[in-house]
C-alpha cells in the first residue's frame, strides 16, 4: 500500500468546487504537516496550501487565498483541499505532500518527505 493515497479531481466548470483527500500512513508519519502543491503543463511544481499537524497552522499561496481551504481529520489520517470558486489557472495536476514542519512544505520542497501521486483537476471556462 502506498503511502500517501490522494482522491478527488477531474473537471469542473469555472467558478464551480471540488474537494482533494489524501491519506497517510499514521505509521509512517505520525505528527507530520501535509500539504498541496500543483503542477501546470510546462511549469514547475509550486506550494499551494500547508497545515500543521494541530491543524491551527494554515498557509496558503497568494493566488488561492479566500478560495481554497485545507484541512486534515487525523483520526482518518487524512488532509483535505477544498477548492471554491476555481479559475481555468487553476488547472493542473494536484500533488498531495508530507514533510516535518510546515516550513519544509512551504519554502524547502527537498525536504518533503512523500509526495502522492498526483491528480489531475481541470477548470473548464
Known amino acids: 500500500q502506498a503511502d500517501l493515497v490522494e482522491s478527488g479531481g477531474g473537471l469542473v466548470q469555472a467558478g464551480g468546487s471540488m474537494r482533494l483527500s489524501c491519506a497517510a500512513s499514521?505509521?509512517?508519519?505520525?505528527?507530520?504537516?501535509m500539504g498541496w502543491f500543483r503542477q501546470a503543463p510546462g511549469m514547475e511544481r509550486k506550494f499551494v496550501a500547508a497545515?500543521?499537524?494541530?491543524?491551527?497552522?494554515?498557509y496558503y499561496t497568494d493566488s488561492v487565498k479566500g478560495r481554497f481551504t485545507i484541512s486534515r481529520d487525523n483520526g482518518k489520517n487524512t488532509a483535505y483541499l477544498k477548492m471554491d470558486s476555481l479559475l481555468p489557472e487553476d488547472t493542473a495536476v494536484y500533488y498531495c505532500?508530507?514533510?516535518?514542519?510546515?516550513?519544509?512544505?512551504?519554502?524547502?520542497?527537498?525536504?518533503?518527505?512523500?509526495w502522492g501521486q498526483g491528480l489531475q483537476v481541470t477548470v473548464s471556462s
Open positions: 505532500a508530507v514533510a516535518s514542519t510546515t516550513r519544509d512544505i512551504r519554502d524547502r520542497q527537498p525536504r518533503v518527505r512523500q
Open positions: 499514521e505509521q509512517t508519519f505520525p505528527h507530520h504537516a
Open positions: 497545515i500543521n499537524w494541530v491543524g491551527d497552522g494554515v
